[in-house]
C-alpha cells in the first residue's frame, strides 16, 4: 500500500500565497507522474498540475503563470507553490500519484486532501 499525505493548505488573503507538499509513502517502486487536483464545492474535480518523473510539467488555463509544480525525486515528495492567490482558487487540494509497486503493478493514487480558502 502507498500513501499520500497532504499538508500545508489552510486560509489566506487574496494576493497572498501558500504551498502544499505531498509525501508518498509505502512500497513504491518507481514513481512516475504527480500532480495536484482541486475540488471546489458543487463543481468538477480540475486539474491544478502535474509533473512527470523527468520533471515536466503541465498547468490547468487558471493556474498558469501564478502556480510552479515541483517534486523531490529523492523525498517521494511533491510540492505546489500558489502565488497570488485568489478566491476562486478556494477548494480541496488533491494529491495524485502514478507509481508502480514492488511487484510491478501499476497503480493510480489520490490523498485525502487539504482545504484552501482564499478570502476576499
Known amino acids: 500500500q502507498v500513501q499520500l499525505v497532504e499538508s500545508g493548505g489552510g486560509l489566506v488573503q487574496a494576493g497572498g500565497s501558500l504551498r502544499l507538499a505531498c509525501v508518498a509513502s509505502?512500497?513504491?517502486?518507481?514513481?512516475?507522474?504527480m500532480g495536484w487536483y482541486r475540488q471546489a464545492p458543487g463543481k468538477q474535480r480540475e486539474l491544478v498540475a502535474d509533473?512527470?518523473?523527468?520533471?515536466?510539467?503541465n498547468y490547468g488555463d487558471s493556474v498558469k503563470g501564478r502556480f510552479t509544480i515541483s517534486r523531490d525525486n529523492v523525498k517521494n515528495t511533491v510540492y505546489l507553490q500558489m502565488n497570488s492567490l485568489k478566491p476562486e482558487d478556494t477548494a480541496v487540494y488533491y494529491c495524485?500519484?502514478?507509481?508502480?509497486?514492488?511487484?510491478?503493478?501499476?497503480?493510480?493514487?489520490w490523498g485525502q486532501g487539504t482545504q484552501v480558502t482564499v478570502s476576499s
Open positions: 495524485n500519484a502514478n507509481y508502480v509497486d514492488s511487484n510491478w503493478y501499476m497503480y493510480n493514487s
Open positions: 509533473i512527470t518523473s523527468g520533471g515536466s510539467t
Open positions: 509505502g512500497s513504491i517502486f518507481r514513481l512516475n507522474a
